[in-house]
């Protein structure tokens, strides 16, 4: 079953704008990663984001964290047209050999 | 580091027959492979947790005598997809999970099915 949502299903801007992402869960977790897609192709591991963390940044991305909306947030400044993908948030519950579990997906269309 | 591969990354079958995938971490041991599939413009679904010398376990509404999970050693996991329909055509992505490493998936570069 998927854990959540995110939000919205589809964005399209100009290049340069900043794109954010929202994502939102229903269990407690462990931590949350968010995963980028091209379409046809596998995941690529965006960043990674602890429960007992807040904020965290990684080159253009920045992600928040907020356990008690059960809800994250991914930032993606000065987009570029490369960076078209559609965007998973994914949950892990628990500590150890535990699945993630994925939201629906953002699918992202930068138009230089 | 930690790459997997998957064989083949595309294939079209015939319904009725059988199709076997492989997922292979290259440079790493992985205790822990996942299998998960992807239809068009929707999300990944867990299908099964693949442990090594052990029995799959499997999500509820998929069939584990349909889709067979063989993960004979610390760097392979097999998913045999047998008598394959129509409707089982679909993109299959397996991820790994490093042994005594951090909780991050590493994922494949999927496998296209289509079955005719």
């Known amino acids: 079953s998927q854990q959540g949502e995110e939000d919205p299903q589809a964005l399209s801007i100009q290049e340069g704008e900043n794109a954010t992402m929202n994502c939102s869960y229903k269990?407690?977790?462990?931590?949350l990663q968010w995963y980028r897609q091209n379409s046809g192709r596998g995941l690529v591991h965006l960043i990674l984001i602890r429960s007992n963390e807040r904020e965290k940044h990684s080159g253009r991305l920045r992600v928040t964290l907020d356990t008690s909306k059960k809800s994250s947030s991914l930032l993606i400044t000065a987009s570029r047209a490369a960076d078209t993908a559609s965007y998973f948030c994914a949950t892990v519950r628990n500590s150890g050999n535990t699945p993630l579990v994925f939201g629906k997906g953002t699918r992202l269309s930068v138009i230089a | 580091g930690a790459v997997v591969s998957q064989h083949p990354s595309w294939v079209i079958c015939k319904s009725g027959t059988s199709v076997k995938i492989e997922c292979r971490s290259l440079?790493?041991?992985?205790?822990?492979m996942f299998w998960y599939r992807q239809f068009p413009k929707q999300s990944l679904m867990l299908m099964a947790t693949s442990n090594e010398g052990s029995k799959a376990t499997y999500e509820q509404g998929v069939e584990k005598d349909k889709f067979l999970i063989n993960h004979a050693s610390l760097t392979l996991s097999t998913l045999t997809v047998t008598s394959a329909h129509p409707e089982d055509s679909s993109f299959y992505i397996c991820?790994?999970?490093?042994?005594?490493?951090?909780?991050?998936?590493?994922f494949g570069p999927g496998t296209r099915l289509t079955v005719t």
């Open positions: 440079d790493f041991q992985a205790t822990t």
């Open positions: 991820s790994a999970q490093r042994r005594g490493g951090s909780y991050e998936q590493y």
């Open positions: 269990t407690s977790i462990n931590n």
